[in-house]
């Protein structure tokens, strides 16, 4: 699905000095964890570019802390409010579909702007809408960012303070719980506290086109601009782009042949124009230090650090934030006729909960993975330095020769191993010899059409072909034999 006003979100963006106001304005925030909650999304959402939803479900076990990386999973078993909330509306979209492709119910109507009778009336008449159809969603959907292209790697490690907010907020929450009602709440009030700021046009969403536009205004490459955002079309951004005239400035500078002397897309001191996640100096109340009194920096060795702490942890394969059904809203069934099983929630990856590869803590499935995204894509991260808590993927399967032989023990796999290196000398040298001979017989033998072959050559010639192929290829096979 598309936005059907994409150039909205990115006139909602901050300005920049917006946008430090508003964070100056969530530091005044009294209360230690809503200050600290306010400005885990003012950072992640203003400058790294997440959704509300990628935000509430942003869980540890996401970040890859040795790379310096944020990797948002195609899916991560959750059941809170939200996700029963969303699945609800697709549950109810699919039944109108259905009533109006069989004449029951006018067609252009949308299940959003229907009221609470008439989607209780959609519900009670279409074949579809079923809890069992309904909870099937949410085992095989939630979480689920909003397309696919959303399932992404969003590298953060760059910054001190983003990497220094991160930490600290998951020292203290295992994910973000508020609604999102009361995360735009937090942010009116920080917004309230700032100077000269309206907290009318403060919002989340406001925050995430902040993000986007900040990518724009340091990015040169429009796919990587895509990426980093979640978009569906590459078009989306030039929305974005047309509000970052550093990129078209730097091209006519190249094409006019003065690309040294062009002005840079970056600030040449981004610790100046982008202060809040370039200049690691501490502000005044902040909930963390990107540098502390001693000089200790979140940097990449505090970030490596990290890593290894979460080596000896399991990796919880769902979700943290609290199941809860929306028994309040129109259409969704009662207590009696829904309920939630944990165990028929899919796991990420396709992996049977029964498989080897995970294990059940205290009522909580696991595995030894480092982050979601790992244990799901494996192949597409480099292995640690350290060893791993757990067994090695390439241990648990059986490779040896003697599943594959009548005979085992080591002098079996020696006598193999010598006919394997016998048998690679032999092709190789097989390919010189045919080289060799060919260019003897060329050059000496048929240089003439009438030449006869003398016995000294015609000797020399046969006794090289025996030593050289037929005496290696003997012995080949006859190694091979027993075998």
Known sequence: MVSNNPRRSAKDALEPDTYYRLYQGALQIDNYERRLIACFVILVAGRLGLRIAEIQHLREEHIHWKRGEICI????????????????????????????????????????????????????????????????????????????????????????????????????????????????????????????????????????????????????????????AGWQQMSTGDNYWSKSGRVNTLKLYKIMGRKDEAPPVVPEDPGQSF??????????????????????????????????????????????????????????????????????HGIPGHIDPDSDHVAVQTGEVTTTATTLHEFTDHHRHTRSSEPSPGSDRINEYETKLDKFTDKDGPASHAALDVVSAIALATVRTGGYMKERLGKEWNQYWMNEPNQSISPVRAAKGITMYLLGVIAPLTMVFGLMVPY
């Not at 109006?100 to 009670?124: F, N, P, T, Y």
């Open 275 to 344: 202060p809040i996640v370039c200049n690691p100096v501490p502000f005044q109340n902040e909930p963390f230090h990107p540098i502390g009194p001693e000089g200790i920096a979140y940097d990449e060795q505090a970030r490596l650090e990290r890593h290894r702490e979460r080596e000896k942890k399991p990796l919880r394969l769902r979700h943290p934030r609290e199941v809860s059904l929306p028994y309040d809203r129109a259409g969704f069934p009662s207590p009696d006729e829904i309920e939630y099983d944990p165990d028929k």
């Open 73 to 228: 999973p195609h899916k991560d078993p959750c059941a809170c409010y939200r996700c029963w909330v969303q699945a609800l509306d697709k549950w109810g979209r699919k039944g109108l579909k259905e009533l109006q492709q069989l004449g029951e119910w006018e067609s252009g109507v949308k299940w959003k702007s229907l009221g609470v009778d008439e989607r209780e009336a959609v519900v009670a008449e279409a074949d579809y809408c079923t809890p069992e159809n309904l909870a099937d969603i949410v085992y095989t959907e939630k979480f689920s960012p909003k397309y696919d292209r959303s399932a992404r790697v969003i590298a953060f490690g760059w910054s001190y303070r983003i990497t220094a907010c991160l930490m600290t907020f998951f020292d203290e929450f295992d994910c973000l719980e508020p609604q999102q009602f009361s995360i735009n709440r937090l942010l009116k009030e920080a917004a309230d506290n700032a100077d000269g700021l309206n907290p009318k046009y403060i919002s989340a969403h406001r925050l995430r086109a902040t993000g986007e536009t900040f990518f724009a205004d340091i990015s040169i490459d429009p796919k990587m601009l895509r990426d980093l």
